[in-house]
Antibody
Framework: EVHLVESGGGLVQPGGSLRLSCSASGFTFTNYLIAWVRQAPGKGLEWVANIKQDGSEKYYVDSVKGRFTISRDNAKISLFLQMNSLRVEDTAVYYC?????????WGKGTTVTVSS | DIQLTQSPSSVSASVGDRVTITCRASQGISNWLAWYQQKPGNAPKLLIYAASSLHPGVPSRFSGSGSGTDFTLTISSLQPEDFATYYCQQANTFPYTFGQGTKLEIK
């Protein structure tokens, strides 16, 4: 069965850093682009970033450019999101999701809370 | 960025009803549009991609149509498990964007 499992969320102070991970199973990881999508409490979905199969191309929403870095380790079948200079408005559930244009498999999410 | 505006923001309906949700893009996106269903506490699920293609495993009562700037999601006969929030998403241009969501509630 196809699975994505996120980890690494937690409580962090404004200006702090956090690294999220997403582990994959049940499919050929190197065949797929993977994305991060977030959802602030009580709000809608926001696409954050995605990365091509070989990591050669990465795209970000403007609000995280220069602060977040998406990466992947195909040998470890894992996706990462390094989040620096965190802001209160980055508080959200972060999902990893499979797919380039349309996201057909989603993890259950990991919660990031930015608060002093 | 391309803005997606869904209407209505919420709708009340009964089991067996036919429901239509619309999504309007701020500029043309061809058929680069998907629809997702999300239930409280759960991750979104892909329903429709490329505006009108049904994702495998999704019941045939769900259908999508449209091209350019105007799109619709139709549920032909509501079932109890369909009460959820629905989002459209454009994949024409980075950054990808979602509509604000339509909450479908039981009347």
């Amino acid at each position: 069965e196809v699975h994505l499992v996120e980890s690494g969320g937690g409580l962090v102070q404004p200006g702090g850093s956090l690294r999220l991970s997403c582990s994959a199973s049940g499919f050929t990881f190197t065949n797929y682009l993977i994305a991060w999508v977030r959802q602030a409490p009580g709000k809608g979905l926001e696409w954050v970033a995605n990365i091509k199969q070989d990591g050669s191309e990465k795209y970000y929403v403007d609000s995280v450019k220069g602060r977040f870095t998406i990466s992947r380790d195909n040998a470890k079948i894992s996706l990462f999101l390094q989040m620096n200079s965190l802001r209160v408005e980055d508080t959200a559930v972060y999902y990893c999701a499979r797919g380039y244009s349309y996201m057909d498999v989603w993890g259950k999410g990991t919660t990031v809370t930015v608060s002093s | 960025d391309i803005q997606l505006t869904q209407s209505p923001s919420s709708v009340s309906a009964s089991v067996g009803d036919r429901v239509t949700i619309t999504c309007r893009a701020s500029q043309g996106i061809s058929n680069w549009l998907a629809w997702y269903q999300q239930k409280p506490g759960n991750a979104p699920k892909l329903l429709i991609y490329a505006a009108s293609s049904l994702h495998p495993g999704v019941p045939s009562r769900f259908s999508g149509s449209g091209s350019g700037t105007d799109f619709t999601l139709t549920i032909s006969s509501l079932q109890p498990e369909d009460f959820a929030t629905y989002y459209c998403q454009q994949a024409n241009t980075f950054p990808y964007t979602f509509g604000q969501g339509t909450k479908l509630e039981i009347k």
